[in-house]
């Protein structure tokens, strides 16, 4: 499992490449909401969890695949972009797990992606 408290994800850009990096491990009434790639990690946003994928060793053919499901967030915050910093984030507190940080660069539907997770909470 990715160790989150030393890793974070940062500078995430929608990209839709690790959306089908991860579609052979979805179920089959899950659906892709949005998908992000960092240098060489991403996550993708389903209609039922966060799929965390880090790459790890020096050809990449590697990859841990962490599932994150919504029913076990307990709150989360948002950080929206700004005139001068373009940058958000998104903070996920787990019940079990704690919390787990996902930084956004350029344009990221954070707004949404609150939405989806807010339609899971409450």
């Known amino acids: 499992m990715i160790d989150f408290d ?3 994800f940062f500078k ?3 990209n839709d490449e690790y959306a089908e990096r991860v579609r052979s491990l ?3 009434d899950e659906q892709v ?3 992000y790639k960092s240098m060489r990690d991403g996550v993708v946003f ?3 969890r966060i799929i ?5 060793g020096i050809t990449g053919s590697k990859k841990d695949f962490t599932s994150l499901p919504y029913n076990n967030i307990v709150a989360y915050s948002v950080e929206t972009s700004g005139t001068f910093d373009l940058d958000s984030e998104l903070e996920v507190y787990f019940s079990s797990l704690g919390k787990v ?8 539907s954070i707004v949404e992606i609150s939405k989806h997770i807010s339609k899971h909470l409450l």
Request: no cysteine; glycine share 8%; aromatic share 8%.
């Open 33 to 35: 909401v949005d998908s």
């Open 6 to 8: 030393n890793k974070g």
């Open 46 to 48: 389903t209609n039922k």
């Open 101 to 108: 940080k996902f930084e956004f660069t350029g344009k990221t």
């Open 52 to 56: 965390a994928v880090n790459v790890q």
């Open 26 to 28: 979805l179920l089959d």
């Open 12 to 14: 995430l850009k929608q």
